[in-house]
């Protein structure tokens, strides 16, 4: 997507100085830089400091770190996956990556498996890119269906969004952003309500930077915000990524999606998930049971950066330095309360069938143009 009006993906691979290059987003939207990763500790350290986060980037981020590590010690696989697959537990995209990377490099001879790596995580992006790409040509024509059962059009369509699920958080495009950006594309008048997204900010921090960015109107709102909006017909749609999703149609994203979900169910207002198959954890179906929750640093919500009146970037206490604070990182939003799911081989309901109906139809290629509820 764009930055300044110059297109950039959130990773990429230099060959000029054979380093993986990635926006460092614990920086943004203050300074935009531009970080090397030249080593699989590198690559470690950035996923778990969340220089680079959301579960289609990490799975791609862990590709490269993979190919960083077999680089210099090409007869070990398994330290440097379980190395990889340590950092963030929540996010199934991970553990998918390094599945495929295993089956492609095991059969490979030790002095082929660097550049095979190298092939793999290159391939992983580019696939993203159009997965990414499809999920926003699927989801703005939902968009574009509430656009047009509206009686009143004098305003846009109001969105609220929670967190980042845009191309931040993949190699381009996003997920949730992705359909925002292509129903822009379509012409739809669009407005997108961008929860802050506590205690990481990532929607003060990061959404509303890649809208503007896009050139979308937004309104930065706290998260208790979106309740209110929705009971005075404030809000026509939720769109939200997800980190997990179970075969049953369970959705785990960050932390305060569910609120978000009950108030939307209360005030009938559409709940929709955008997110690539590979999200989907065909292995479980519960998922408050067997999806594992991150706890984070409690410095996180203890503590926040920012700018000072001079512009230099400072950390500041909230708390009181012996307060006890608890982070979990995401929650599980029951399937009864997910109106869709959207992919990119086309929307479906939140069930255990009609999930099963969608991976079929795309692994048999029926799906490629998309099946609409």
Not at 87 to 95: F, I, K, Q, S
Not at 112 to 127: C, I, Q
Not at 268 to 287: E, Q, R
Request: hydrophobic share 45%; net charge negative.
């Amino acid at each position: 997507m764009l930055v300044d009006g110059r297109p950039y993906r959130s990773i990429w691979y230099d060959a000029r100085d054979r380093s993986v290059k990635i926006i460092d987003q614990t920086l943004l939207p203050h300074d935009f830089h531009i970080r090397a990763i030249t080593a699989l500790d590198d690559m470690v350290e950035a996923i778990v400091a969340m220089r680079v986060r959301g579960a289609p980037l990490i799975g791609v981020a862990a590709a490269y770190g993979l190919y960083l590590a077999l680089r210099d010690n090409a007869g070990d696989i398994d330290g440097p996956i379980a190395a990889l697959q340590a950092t963030r537990p929540t996010a199934v995209n991970l553990a998918w990556a390094m599945s495929g990377a295993r089956q492609v490099l095991e059969p490979v001879s030790a002095d082929l498996r660097a550049d095979t790596a190298l092939r793999f995580a290159n391939r992983l992006a580019d696939a993203d890119v159009a997965t990414c790409e499809a999920i926003g040509v699927h989801g703005s024509r939902l968009l574009e269906k509430l656009w047009q059962g509206r009686a009143d059009q004098s305003r846009p369509l109001q969105i609220l969004t929670h967190c980042n699920a845009g191309w931040l958080a993949t190699v381009d495009w996003g997920t949730a952003l992705a359909v925002i950006y292509k129903a822009q594309a379509r012409g739809i008048p669009l407005h997108v309500w961008v929860d802050e997204t506590r205690p990481r900010n990532q929607g003060a921090f990061l959404t509303t930077w890649e809208l503007q960015q896009q050139g979308i109107d937004c309104t930065l709102i706290a998260d208790n915000t979106g309740g209110h909006l929705m009971q005075h017909d404030m809000v026509d749609c939720c769109l939200v990524g997800s980190d997990r999703t179970t075969a049953s149609g369970d959705v785990c994203n960050k932390i305060g999606t569910y609120l978000k979900a009950l108030a939307a169910a209360d005030n009938n207002v559409p709940f929709y998930v955008a997110l690539p198959l590979s999200t989907i954890d065909f292995a479980i179906h519960d998922g408050l049971r067997e999806i594992p929750i991150e706890q984070r640093d409690a410095v996180e919500v203890t503590r926040i950066a920012g700018l000072d009146q001079q512009g230099v970037r400072r950390e500041v206490q909230l708390a009181n330095p012996d307060t006890r604070a608890g982070n979990y990182a995401f929650d599980v939003t029951p399937a009864r309360l997910v109106t869709a799911l959207i992919t990119e081989a086309g929307s479906c309901r939140a069930t255990a069938p009609a999930i099963a109906e969608l991976r079929d139809a795309a692994r048999s290629g029926v799906g490629s143009s998309g099946r609409s509820l």
